[in-house]
């Protein structure tokens, strides 16, 4: 069945929420950085993490339960449409 409409516009408000923060995540990350790789690919893995990090915690406290499959596809495939915009947003910042 997959995500319903409010839990897609919760989803839809995480993203918002976090690609207008994305200077402190990229900031966070700069001091997190482990010693190999590239900060670039550190950020995105970062703030993709904390955005579905959040958004699950937010639908177990909601639902008292995990997202089922179909909800977890939801979730991965709006995460998929974004990604590229997350991406560039990280790269315009650190340029």
């Known amino acids: 069945m997959g ?11 995480l993203l ?6 994305i200077n ?4 966070f990350s700069q001091n ?6 590239k900060i670039e690919d ?3 893995g970062f ?3 904390t955005i579905i990090g ?7 406290q909601k639902h008292s339960r995990p997202p089922d499959n179909d909800e977890l596809m939801d979730i991965y495939f709006t995460m998929s449409l974004r ?12 340029i």
């Open 16 to 21: 918002k929420f976090h690609s207008l923060n």
């Open 54 to 60: 959040n958004y699950s915690e937010k639908f177990f």
């Open 32 to 37: 997190l950085l482990p010693s190999q790789g």
């Open 83 to 94: 990604s590229a915009k997350i991406r560039k947003a990280i790269l315009n910042e650190l």
């Open 3 to 13: 995500l319903s409409l409010s839990d897609k516009k919760e989803l839809e408000s």
């Open 24 to 27: 402190q995540m990229i900031s």
């Open 47 to 49: 703030i993709v993490g």
């Open 42 to 44: 550190f950020a995105y």
